[in-house]
Structure formats: structure tokens, C-alpha cells
């Protein structure tokens, strides 16, 4: 029989082992709402099923979807919703329970837009444990001063504490992607309190110093701020005028921009 083609780039999470690590790695969730994103064949929710107290899977392909409800209707704890995870209301799904931990394995091509989503909806969950490309990973949880480390790193890294946690070979799908995954873990620890910052301003401002990265953060800064303005925060923050926003921490491009505020 001819195998039926995927939609939308799915790569089927195939591997039993795998999908084993990925459930043990929410750790104990006995008394937790569980919300699984792109659930697919099922790979991750029998398990989850059998561990959660409540899961709620939102899967886009409608196919998909009706398989899974055919699959497990005898699941007491099994809500499936049909939904696009981008745009997904996570407050209205989980109907006040919160917070509940997020599990999934993300497709290749709406990465960056499905965590951006999340990070929006931090505040639903406690904890993330999420599958997506090994390069996409690595830039999440990257360190200051490392070629991966960009805007990707530093929005995640506002909202959660990132972990990489193991590499998925490409035999572990069906059909085969042409490249890694990664498993990571992101516990959910905002720091927009601590470092004193408006969330919005403070992003659109990190979207500044990344704009061009082989710019220095001055030169990128002084797009919309002057020169003299620029040179004050850097100095004041202690920061070279020749660094690149890659190799400056979090908390220090924090300080640039409460300093640059200062100056408006």
C-alpha cells in the first residue's frame, strides 16, 4: 500500500525511546495539564496520556486530528483541539488552568514563529519541552560571545532558563528529515521585573541591536539614537564601543537600555 504523503512538512516522530525522553523529561506530571502542540500520529500522547492528568493536544491538519480522536476515544483526560498553534489562545484553551506544562515536536518551518507564540503566552505554563531543529535549538540556548547567540537567543532567554537536553538522529522519523533535531528544556522564569525593563520597548530595542550583525552594537544603536546618546550608555553600562550585540549578555543590554531611556 502507498504510503500516505505528509502535509505541511511533517517529519512523524517514529522512535519509542525517543519518545519516552522527551515524556520523562516534563518529569512528574500526575497532577499537571498537559498541552501537546502538533501531536501528529500520536507518537508523544499515548505516553502522555497514561502519566498526565488532563492533555490537550491542538493539531492543525484536520486528517491528523480526526485520526487521533478516532484513536484514543476512549481517553477520559484527552481534549483534541483543531487549531493553528501560531495563533493559538492558550489562556482560553486551558480555561484558567494554569500553569501547565507544553510539550511538542515543532515543525521545521514555523519554528521561530510557534516559540515566538509561546514565549507571548509564557505565563500559561511553568515549563516547556520542546523538539525542533539541532541549529535552532543551539541558537535558543546559546551563551554570549558564540556564533549562535542572536535575537533568538535573547527573547528566550528573557522569558525562560534554556537547556539543551539531548540530539534526535534523523532515523528516529518517518519519513527522514535531512537533518538533526534536538530536544530542550525551557522553564519558564521572566525577567522583565528583575532587569527592569517595558516588555515591548525592551524587545523592539534587542530587535535593534541584532539588526545587522556584522555591525558593531554602536553602529546598529546609533540608527535611532545619537551618536553622543549611544556612547553614554555603552560607557555607563561598561561596554566597548567595538563589541557586537552577540558577545553582550542579557542583563547588560539591559542596562544599555534603561540608560539610553535615560537620555530620551
Partial sequence: MKQRKPKLGQNFLSDESIARRIIDALGDISHCVVVEIGPGKGALTRGLLQRARSLITVEYDRTLTTELRE???TAMNLEVVEADAVNLDHR??????VPAK??????????SDLLL???KASACYSEMVLMVQREVAERVCASPGRKEYGMLSVTAQLYCECELLFIVP??????RPKIHSAVMRLIVA?????????????????KLCFSQKRKTLFNNLRQQHPSEHTQEAL???GVRA?????AVPLMTLAAIFNELKKRI
Fill in 92 to 97: 482560553k484553551i486551558l480555561s484558567e488552568r
Fill in 190 to 206: 521572566p525577567k522583565i521585573d528583575m532587569l527592569k525593563v517595558e516588555e515591548g520597548p525592551f524587545i523592539e530595542f534587542l
Fill in 170 to 175: 534523523p532515523e528516529a522519523f518517518t519519513p
Fill in 235 to 237: 560607557r555607563s553600562a
Fill in 102 to 111: 507544553l510539550v511538542g515536536n515543532l515543525p521545521y518551518y514555523i519554528t
Fill in 242 to 246: 567595538d563589541i557586537r550585540a552577540e
Fill in 71 to 73: 484513536k484514543f476515544s
Fill in 117 to 119: 507564540s509561546f514565549f
